[in-house]
């Protein structure tokens, strides 16, 4: 009954796997819903948004500011004015005063030792490392996606191995019952058939584990219900022609992590710049343009009225700050050794990472090879190996051991084709080539 199980089990897989094949999800599909949907690329997008708005002339102090203002008072009081002798006195109850105003005006720093160009540089390098961030993180989380979506692929693969294998088990088993039932075989050759059946039942049954738990990882990667459906496509196409020269050449122009650093370097740059701005004199320029019109109900002025411009510039040296700025200025120029020197480290990662993922890829190429070959030997090794032991030439022993080596160089050959995959995604990676090869150049 147990056996009956099993294999409807794995009549309903199969038919499952046939029902949802058209709903199959690309790769690229895959790639297009990360990107629309990952939360930390969405954060990235958001936050180089916001250093995109701040490199602005005006946020560097670059343009002038013009502020309106305006004022009204009004008083209703009590009031008594004592007036020298000559001059009667005023006493009065219910004495309004009045007073209204307004006023244009524009401030503007005509110069800060070119500081405030220098603060505009500044943000716009700020905005530059915010996009490089945003594809840093474009890359990382794409390189989590094919990497998913190919491990799926070999799972769902391991899979279609380990049902095959289970149903070559159960045949097994059911045979060598029928022998026993008619005397042909002995007690333990249907024990031993039936142990390799539980245990290729146990190998299935953690195999889809496997596949159902990859699959929520890259639906919750996309933006979806951990739940969902999801159907890959096992095809893959491999680059060729990949030159180790030329790719480290493409990295040291592209790699996303050294076009940060050399941002990094002029970052530093420009506030060197700026801390040394501090040390020149400062001036600034005010102009307003303003009106006032104020009435009193008593006393001598009973009313004024003023209009008219008034501008003015202020000039500020400075002497001495405790030596603040000395502090800063120095504090900028080791700040931008560290980062030429950052930039050099990350130059030579860079050549040693893009030659350590070439070294790779082209050892998992030879190893696909090699895994290829030895499934075409192990399959005519089983072929015979059944055909001899369905002829009653040789143990179940020996069977269970030609059936596990054709399984094993199968799976090896699947994870081998898939690792070589990845292998060639890291290369690219490191080469500053992933967003060419999957046709997103540009994107943001």
Not at 309 to 330: H, K, M, W, Y
């Amino acid at each position: 009954m147990r056996t009956l199980r099993i294999i409807a089990s794995t009549s309903a897989f199969v038919c499952a796997a046939v029902l949802f094949a058209q709903d199959t999800l690309t790769l690229s599909d895959a790639i297009q819903l990360a990107l629309a949907n990952e939360h930390g690329i969405s954060i990235a997008r958001n936050e180089a948004a916001i250093a995109d708005a701040q490199a602005t002339a005006g946020n560097a102090g670059l343009l002038p500011r013009f502020d309106a203002s305006g004022r009204g008072n009004y008083s209703n009081q009590d009031t008594r004015l004592d007036f020298t002798e000559g001059i009667p006195d005023v006493e009065r109850t219910g004495v309004v005063n009045t007073s209204l105003g307004g006023q244009v005006g524009l401030t503007y720093t005509l110069f800060n030792g070119m500081g405030n160009f220098a603060n505009l540089e500044r943000a716009q390098l700020s905005a530059q490392l915010a996009d490089l961030r945003t594809r840093a993180q474009v890359e990382g989380t794409l390189t989590q996606v094919i990497a998913l979506y190919y491990a799926i692929a070999a799972l769902d693969e391991d899979v279609s191995i380990a049902q095959r294998i289970l149903g070559i088990s159960a045949d097994r088993y059911q045979r060598q019952q029928g022998k026993a039932a008619l005397g042909g075989t002995g007690r333990l050759d249907v024990l031993n058939a039936q142990v390799d059946l539980q245990s290729d039942s146990t190998a299935y049954i953690l195999a889809r584990q496997r596949r159902e738990r990859s699959a929520r990882d890259l639906n919750v990667l996309m933006g979806r219900a951990p739940d969902a459906l999801l159907n890959v496509s096992r095809s893959i196409t491999y680059a060729q022609g990949l030159s180790v020269e030329q790719l480290v050449q493409e990295a040291l122009q592209g790699n996303v992590q050294l076009a940060s650093a050399t941002a990094q370097v002029r970052a530093a740059e420009v506030d060197q710049r700026i801390a040394r701005s501090l040390r020149w004199p400062r001036l600034d320029l005010s102009a307003n343009y303003g009106v006032n019109d104020q009435r009193n109900g008593v006393g001598l002025v009973l009313g004024t009225y003023t209009q008219g411009l008034n501008a003015g510039v202020t000039v500020s040296v400075p002497l001495f700050d405790g030596g603040r700025i000395s502090t800063q200025t120095e504090q900028a120029r080791l700040r931008a050794e560290n980062a030429q020197l950052a930039e050099q480290q990350a130059r030579l990662q860079v050549e040693r990472d893009v030659r350590n993922a070439f070294t790779t890829w082209r050892s998992q190429r030879e190893v696909l090879r090699i895994q290829g070959d030895a499934v075409t030997t192990a399959q005519l090794n089983f072929d015979r190996t059944r055909e001899l032991f369905q002829a009653g030439q040789l143990t179940g022993l020996q069977f269970r051991q030609a059936q596990l080596d054709l399984a094993n160089a199968e799976r090896q050959s699947i994870v081998a084709g898939f690792d070589a995959k990845v292998a060639e995604i890291t290369l690219l990676r490191a080469s500053g080539g992933l967003l060419g090869a999957l046709g997103l150049v540009g994107f943001r």
